[in-house]
């Protein structure tokens, strides 16, 4: 069993950064890959940057809408991070980290992951 809380949502006006943080606790040992999840109203749950945890590289990957501007870290001790800077109105979501404790096919996609946290919210004005 893995727990995953997420903290550092809020508001911000478009060109500002947030940090988002998720701290995960349990049996973290059998985490292979964790992510950052975006669902906004209406829509799909979408992958936004995901991070091969038992990679020696921790090799990270990016959807296209945030490359260069997110960048996915996560520390030894299984916190993961989120840097979002020059946000945009429709980054505005509710943020999920999620982690998968198989080795999954698709990175990007929702159902390969099994652990949830609970989300955090990010709203950008314009």
Do not use: H
């Amino acid at each position: 069993q893995v727990e995953l809380v997420e903290s550092g949502g809020g508001a911000v006006q478009a060109g500002g950064s947030l940090r988002l943080s998720c701290a995960a606790s349990g049996s973290t040992v059998s985490i292979w890959y964790m992510a950052w999840f975006r669902q906004a109203p209406g829509k799909e749950r979408e992958g936004v940057a995901i991070v091969a945890s038992r990679s020696r590289t921790r090799n990270t990957y990016y959807a296209d809408a945030v490359k260069g501007r997110f960048t996915i870290s996560q520390d030894y001790d299984n916190t993961l991070y989120l840097q979002m800077n020059s946000l945009k109105p429709e980054d505005t979501a509710l943020y999920y980290c999620a982690a998968a404790t198989e080795v999954v096919r698709n990175v990007f996609t929702a159902r390969e992951y099994n652990f949830w946290g609970q989300g955090t919210q990010v709203t950008v004005s314009s």
